[in-house]
RNA sequence: GCCCCCGUAGCCCAAUCGGCAGAGGCAGCCCACUUAAAAUGGGUUCAGUGCGGGUUCGAGUCCCGCCGGGGGCACCA
């Protein structure tokens, strides 16, 4: 700083004195404070309780907490919801703010690997710098909600949590809980209630044997196959390069692993599930309840792939002389006559019972694969498809293989034979694994049946402009369609589909049916850092939870907390439970309350995924020190139970399903986080924990801030922030330079590795903390992304000096502003700018709400004089991008503080324009402007318009055709 | 291949219902202050809205077709 520089200007460094100061005084006061109506913390003499006043939950995905710290991107969405919930605050609102840290998972791990330090230090240390960080930048979290997800006491409520869900069935024909949006059946119900129906026989045991004459074990593995949480030995995605396996939302379209892009496997491994399938239905309805972006909505939708049709019956001979039924799954029940053959997936179970010993009569060359026999040819098929992993599958593209099982099945409509086919692009895991296969009308069909020389029958009449050699997949009259029974030619695709549908339930031989893309979530990880199950196996191999008086189960320590990895493609490899190595732990014996005493136990040594403390932990900042609970009924009933009115884009009639009033975040999560964690929520509201159907209520979508990236001639990056910029005196491109070699330009994520991290510490240590923020805030809409130009704070800086400068003596400190009544035009500048800032406040357009504060600050700047009646308002309105500036102000004016003081109001009399510009237009092109008053008549207006004299030369004594009047602003004149 | 989002000054972005293309910021240029520079203050230049059609009295905004960028899904029967 040059000593030129003015005693009490408003530099970074009076900045960073101003902002120390406030952060610590919100501290001292617990100034963000919320008021909760019960629980540990009820306050019901909390005016902000009373009646009539409104109630927000605002929050932000809370972090993973890296070791790098946070750079500018990262506190993007942060800022946003800090400027809501202050702002909501001076609206009288009881505003309950907070965030937490998301501290398990695997880069903790990782992180913790490679400093040789336990994983819990590393995170600890992470967090206080992210603490740290997200108070240098004013965030008014409230301290006292905050918590991490690896706190003993959380662990303990997801652990809770687990055995509820644990401890529950779905029952598809159980009536919603009262109060609830569902329009069909369908609730969780605890599984003591199945156990007694099964006991008292009015529910059939799975096998036909009463329930008092199964085993213990027997009896826990029926009450697996209803559990919401069961293990089960289902093919699953193994990944021996991070040792672990994954859930399907974790692995990427190409087959490899979402973090770390490494190879996964398909692979038969005994697992924890959740079964998320039963909500596939309400996850997708409810969807139209939120008040969420249309694309995560569509991602969900499509993530869940509901979709309707038919399953039909086709008989098939077994090799024991008896029929079997082979079940397909279509969504065009209409094309079923032109069914020439079916697939079946190679893992179907139906397929060890159809292969005949010997070709039959009928078989082509092409079908065998050359083999001698049928078997032979389909065990071949089976163990080449088993050896193909998914990333081999995908590079094989669309070419078809399969052989011929053998086998004829019967086509139900037609009656004529159709032979079974193995091949791998039929599924096991979806539909049924089994097709029947309409080449004339399926393009993979028509492949198949062009490669193995199968006949195509056409049953959709294609269009006249149809190529010959493709398979028709649109919309036509059906034809070839009729039996003696039932005929479908000349409908249309959605009748056709109804008719045949119709016949097929009446005949016995089909029904109509919904399937799913969605799989059963798979909840189990092998490795150290996550929360272990609250499970122990008992010596039946039967599970057990740990009961209630011992939760939290914690992490033992163990020698070595690295998970066990391989080589990358070692498809064969055994997943490791790191836990597993901890014996002592392992085994021991505990009394399970079922009145044995103490007995032998093994301890389940696989941990949760790091989603699993994400799943609910808006529900803990509710109520946080609740001993008795995740969280009282009342405090979530309070404050995020469903509202009187929906959300704006709601069916007629909706339901409001409740959750958070705000929740900010990456789209990333589309289809991870946000899907599991409304799974948890429903079965929470199932069973009666919760009053709200959904956790978040209105979510967006924060954009990315992204940064240039430049590289030298051997493509390397540079230090963006040395590199300089040389524009072209012609207009054409800028060019750079690095130590004066020429380097290229390119826009990409900030990253240490791409040299172009700026880092709020620096921000906040150049310019301060506010001026970052409104920075942040002005660059553009909250969902979009844009690019970091560090050159460019400086204007929000200038602002913030500006106000400054409206208010204090730069030389002497005083405060200058007078108290003389604003002039009609400052008056009019003020009201209109509290009426724009306040509704672009409301609805988060931050930044232009900061552009008409810009503008307003501008028009103080021009005046000789600064009325402390415009000036202080506009200081409220900037507390909530600014807020150590705007407190500072407010104090300097001689007030306290401004958190809760109520939000200027707009004097509508001050909105309304005495006289306004009208525009006149000849054919739309404007030609004159003309003064008039406010309420000007139509026709006076036109009148008006007509007689001007600039009108009149442009009409040039043309007949006039039409006029069109906009009162009072626009007149538009055809000729 | 299918689906979704986005293209407005050199750059970041505004433009409630279809009604004057410009609120705000950066950069550039000019001026003031300064011995000078920085900082600060004042002023100012700059696009007809990616391209081609259409609807309309009137289109950045609505419709159709392209082009470019970003994202999601991908043998899902």
Redesign the pocket.
Known sequence: M?E??PEH?YTAELAGRIERRWQDRWERDDTFASANPAGPWAAPEDPRLADGREHRVVMDMFPYPSGAGMHVGHPLGYVATDVHARFLRTTGANVLYAMGFDAFGLPAEHYAVQTGQHPRVTTEEAMSTYRRQMRMIGLSHEPRRTFATIDPDYVRWTQWIFQQIHDAWYDPQADPRPGSGQSAPGRARPISELVEEFADGSREVPGGRPWGELSRAEQARVLDGYRLAYVSAAPVNWCPGLGTVLANEEV???GRSERGDLPVFKRNLSQWMMRITSYADRLTDDLDRLDWP??VR??QR??I?R?T?AQVAFPVPTTTGGEASLE?????PDTLFGATFMVV?PEHPLVGRIVPDAWPAATKDAWTGGAPTPREAVTAYQRQAAAKSDVE??T??????GVFSGAWATNPVTGAPVPVFVA?????????????A?PGQ?E?DW?FALAYDLPVVRTVQPTPDHPEDQAFTGEGPAINSANDEVSLDGLGVEDAKERIIAWLEQTGRGRATV?Y?LRDWLFSRQRYWGEPFPVVWDEDGVAHAVPDDQLPVTLPDVPDYAPRTFEADDADSEPEAPLARATDWVHTTMDLGDGRGPVPVRRETNTMPNWAGSCWYYLRYLDPENAAAPVDPAVEGYWIGPREETVPEAPEGAVDPGGVDLYVGG??H??LHLLYARFWHKVLFDLGHVSSEEPFRRLINQGMIEAYVYRDARGFPVPAAEVEEH?SSD?G??TFTWQGQPVTQEYGKMGKSLKNVVTPDEMVEQFGADTFRVYEM????LE????W?T??V??????L??LW?NVVDEDTGEVTVTDETPSPDLAKALHRTID?VG?DYAAL?T??A???M??LN?LL??RDTVPRAAVEPLVQMVAPVAPHLAAELWERLGHDDLTYAPFPQADPALLVEDS??A?V?V??K?RD?IDVAADISAADLEALALGSEKVQRFLDGAPVR?V?V?AP??V?I?V
């Open positions: 040059s030129r520089t200007r990427t379209a190409d249309e694309r569509l991602m499509h993530w792939g979709s049709g397909v799954f279509t969504t065009r997936a599958r995908q094989e593209g669309k070419a078809k293989s791998d692009y039929v599924l096991m895991g979806y539909g049924t694994g089994a097709i029947m309409v399926d993979r492949d399937t893309r789209v990333e589309a289809v524009t207009g491109p800028s002005s660059m553009g809409p979009q992304y844009r690019p130009e050159r460019a400086v204007g929000s800086q200038r602002f000096q500006r400068r724009a509704s357009r930044n232009t900061i552009a008409r810009i503008e501008n700047t021009k306004v510009t525009v237009q054919k739309g404007v402007r039409k069109v906009r602003s626009l538009n055809v």
